[in-house]
């Protein structure tokens, strides 16, 4: 299969302690997006990546949440010193865009973090 | 900022009945309009809508944008129990940096009741 997927699927961890998501896109996709979603509202923006370089940030998004997508494949989102807000349902999406045009997003399944 | 709201937040019908979903929006700078199909999982993209009056449709469902009035609104005719599901509503921007970004509205959750 090659949809975009999510490991590991559940987390569930103390507060305080860090915790780390990966993202594997579609492999012709260029641009990969981080959404975060709690329950009975949409998935709310946090980041994308065209390639390797991060284009945008959410303002919503703290200092304890980095990004990263290193060889403009894989990516990996960080949540350090969790906090209980932090229990969300984190979506990886990918997509293929030039210039202004992006293509429709592809969903992975999502990781879900339970912070105790 | 970008803001997507949808209505009803909720609807609950019986097979065979013909639902509308409402999307409306505000954005800077407008690219596409989106929908999907959200079954416990990740979204199911459904449909991209570009430009105003033209409808797209597949099988049972249909949508079309008004880009003067700042909404869309998605059709499912002869609902069945496999239509129950979050359906959200999505813009894209095309100003600056932005895009890549889709901007969600809150969701409809559907219910259809055999």
């Known amino acids: 299969d090659t949809g975009v997927s999510q490991d590991p699927r559940h987390k569930i961890t103390k507060r305080g302690q860090n915790v780390t998501f990966r993202c594997d896109p579609i492999s012709e996709h260029n641009r990969l997006y981080w959404y975060r979603q709690t329950l009975g509202q949409g998935p709310e923006f946090l980041t994308y990546f065209q390639n390797e370089a991060q284009l945008e940030k959410s303002r919503l998004l703290s200092d304890r949440f980095s990004a990263e997508r290193p060889k403009g494949s894989f990516s990996t989102l960080e949540i350090q010193r969790t906090e209980q807000g932090d229990s969300a349902m984190y979506l990886c999406a990918s997509s293929w865009g030039q210039g202004f045009y992006t293509g429709e997003l592809f969903f992975g399944e999502g990781s879900r973090l339970t912070v105790l | 900022e970008d803001k997507v709201v949808q209505s009803p937040l909720s609807l609950v019908v019986h097979e065979g009945d013909t639902v509308t979903l409402n999307c409306s929006y505000e954005?800077?700078?407008?690219?596409?309009l989106l929908w999907y199909k959200q079954e416990k999982k990740a979204p199911t993209f459904l449909f991209m809508l570009t430009s105003s009056g033209i409808e797209k449709k597949s099988g049972r469902l249909s949508s079309i944008l008004d880009k003067k009035e700042l909404f869309s609104i998605l059709n499912i005719t002869a609902t069945q129990t496999g239509d129950s599901a979050v359906y959200l509503c999505a813009v894209g921007n095309a100003g600056g940096t932005s895009y890549g970004k889709l901007t969600f509205g809150q969701g409809t959750i559907l219910t259809v009741h055999p």
């Open positions: 954005v800077t700078n407008f690219r596409s």
